[in-house]
């Protein structure tokens, strides 16, 4: 039998709080009338709450459903979710990993990062809530209610770390997980998403299902973006036959018979020569993979519009 009340964090003041890996295990969690508190859920859940929390600091792991605030202000969150919503906030800062387009509503003075964390738990959590590290529009925010003349929301500085907002947590209990908070170990691929494109030359590149389709992502964005190129948006998604003749033009047919092996995991990179380092890069390290990527800077960002556009449509974005 649950007992709501191991799932709940109820008018708690200068208190520093969590759960660890295993103990929310799926269940939904309620998070209320909390004053300067650091709150930590190391774990996944299916829905979370958070209402009339002021000053407080928040990590929520993978969140199958929506994570909705609701008359919260001056608060820093660390959030993974499938929905993000706001209602009536003010001031919350939020480095945010979001499957679809987060949304805020009658809220002032809002900001967004990407997410940026890592504990070895927090892989399996995500797949656990369904939540694919690949799919995150954090930047990508709706406002159901804008104010003309003024913005309700801005992201974060690029700079901004993450422990600045929300520091590792002080308590005995909770510094037994084993976090980093270092951009390059994080568990999400951090994306420069909405920000405003350093070069006009940006580069697809797609990976087919496989057993190391994850792993080999992964390195293709570490080798780039240690070479200076910035990678702007990742995605997750299934592909049919039509979609791929719309996205790969003439090298659709011999991709197609991949497609039925499961989701194809697709980069944007961007910069300077990207297309060449991409394709360099690719034919150095990935030499037995079947790896698609821009043929040339001209075609790039038509493939770019092409995938994402299909993808999104995809998404219901």
């Not at 969140?63 to 605030?69: A, E, L, P, Q």
């Not at 820093?76 to 001031?91: E, G, H, L, N």
């Not at 770390?161 to 270092?182: A, F, G, H």
């Not at 150095?284 to 519009?305: I, L, M, N, Y």
């Amino acid at each position: 039998q649950v007992d709501p009340k191991d799932y709940t964090f109820s008018g708690l003041k200068d208190e520093t709080v969590g759960r660890l890996p295993g103990k929310v295990a799926g269940q939904q969690f309620v998070i209320q009338d909390c004053e300067n508190c650091s709150i930590y859920l190391f774990d996944h859940s299916a829905t979370i709450t958070i209402d009339d929390c002021v000053n407080c600091q928040i990590f929520l792991g993978p969140i199958k459903g929506s994570v909705f605030f609701r008359d919260c202000k001056d608060c820093k969150c660390i959030v993974a979710c499938q929905q993000f919503r706001t209602r009536d906030c003010r001031r919350l800062e939020v480095f945010l990993c979001c499957a679809t387009q987060p949304i805020i509503e009658s809220s002032t003075g809002m900001k967004f990062g990407c997410f940026q964390y890592y504990y070895p738990e927090l892989a399996l959590q995500f797949k656990d809530a369904g939540l694919s590290i690949f799919n995150n529009t954090w930047s990508n925010i709706h406002d159901f209610t804008p104010v003309s003349g003024s913005n309700n929301w801005d992201l974060l500085p690029e700079n901004a770390v993450v422990q600045d907002y929300v520091p590792l947590p002080s308590s005995e209990e909770l510094k037994v997980v084993r976090i980093s908070t270092d951009a390059a170990k994080s568990i999400i691929p951090v994306t420069r998403g909405r920000r405003e494109k350093n070069s006009d030359e940006s580069c697809l590149a797609v990976f087919f299902a496989g057993d190391y389709t994850i792993a080999n992502a992964r390195k293709l964005i570490d080798e780039m973006t240690g070479k200076g190129f910035h990678l702007v948006q990742t995605k997750e998604v299934l592909m049919k036959a039509e979609d791929a003749h719309r996205v790969f033009k003439q090298c659709a047919s011999e991709l197609i018979p991949l497609l039925e092996k499961g989701p194809v995991v697709a980069l944007e990179f961007n910069g300077d020569g990207a297309v060449e380092g991409c394709r360099s890069t690719v034919n150095d390290v990935f030499s037995g993979t079947k790896v698609f990527v821009s043929e040339s800077k001209a075609s790039a960002s038509q493939d770019v519009d092409n995938f994402y556009n299909f993808a999104d449509m995809q998404m219901g974005m």
